[in-house]
């Protein structure tokens, strides 16, 4: 098992950046693949970025590709999440995932272990 703790999300304007970040303990972090997920009220989960073991690869909802980047650092067992160019419908609250098995990235029952959660609020 590993635990996860989000924190950086905050509220920013419109056009404004964030960075999340993401610590991780337990078990062996370069073990796991990450990902990054948001959830607006009312509404699933959706995936927002992922991340390989090892950092090589990363993907993106198209929603936030160009805007935000996924990076790790193994050796403090941490992933990040920089979002720049912020929008309205950006706001919502952002979890961090980890992914032990070698399923794809956008199905929630991959992941073995989330975060609680960090809020991020866009204003225009």
């Known amino acids: 098992q590993v635990q996860l703790v989000e924190s950086g999300g905050g509220v920013v304007q419109a056009g404004g950046s964030l960075r999340l970040t993401c610590a991780a303990s337990g078990r062996t972090f370069s073990n796991y693949a990450m990902s990054w997920f948001r959830q607006f009220p009312g509404k699933e989960r959706e995936f927002v970025a992922a991340i390989s073991r090892i950092g090589v690869s990363t993907y993106y909802a198209d929603s936030v590709k160009g805007r935000f980047t996924i990076s790790r650092a193994n050796a403090k067992n941490t992933v990040y999440l920089q979002m720049n160019n912020l929008k309205p419908e950006d706001t919502a609250v952002y979890y961090c995932?980890?992914?032990?098995?070698?399923?794809?990235?956008?199905?929630?029952?991959?992941?073995?272990?989330w975060g609680q959660g960090t809020q991020v609020a866009v204003s225009s």
């Open positions: 995932a980890a992914k032990y098995s070698s399923g794809s990235y956008l199905v929630e029952s991959e992941y073995s272990d």
